[in-house]
């Protein structure tokens, strides 16, 4: 499997699913350790709402939580979200079902996650989802479902790729 050049990115959109896939010179492993670490998620977000972890363990498997600070003007501003990891397989799918730590909530029947997939030596196709195919169908057309994370998820894509090559973005 070959995709797009590196420093493009693509984006497939079906039903409540949108993946953004960036072909990325670095290997699985290399890059699945930063999305591993909580810590890391405010460099790598495009959506500029990450404030920072309050969790600094490493991922390490299904059933892990890690908890992220997160502004957002909608919601009042300051708020925190537990991540609960429901997919993972080292080097290759990190999946979490967000819900809210700071407020009594059960969780928003959204997904996010990386799957990362191998394309020749020393490059890796990833490709960040969202999906909230399990929102109330009221709700779905609030976020465009989901479309309104493309922007963020590609430039998160890019600053993932900075972090995992050392900022050498080569063509």
């Keep these: 499997m070959t995709a797009a050049p590196r420093g493009e990115t693509t984006v497939s959109t079906e039903g409540s699913r949108v993946a953004v896939s960036r072909r990325i010179e670095a290997d699985a492993g290399t890059i699945f350790a930063i999305v591993a670490d909580p810590t890391k998620h405010t460099e790598i977000d495009g959506s500029e709402m990450l404030r920072g972890a309050l969790t600094d363990t490493v991922v390490a498997g299904v059933g ?11 919601l009042g501003g300051d708020y925190e979200m537990a991540n609960q990891v429901v ?7 990190i999946v979490w079902e967000p819900r809210r730590h700071d407020v009594d ?3 928003g029947g ?31 057309p609030f976020i465009d479902y989901g479309r309104t994370w493309i922007e963020a998820m590609t430039k998160s894509l890019e600053r993932l790729d900075e972090m995992s090559t050392g900022g050498a973005l080569k063509d």
């Design 105 to 107: 909530q059960p969780s």
């Design 64 to 74: 892990d939580v890690f908890v992220l600070k997160m502004f957002l003007d909608r």
């Design 87 to 93: 997919e993972y397989e080292q080097d290759r799918r």
């Design 110 to 140: 959204h997904l996010w996650g990386y799957e990362f997939t191998p394309d020749g030596e020393h490059a890796t196709v990833v490709t960040e989802i969202f999906d909230c195919a399990r929102w109330p169908e009221d709700d779905k």
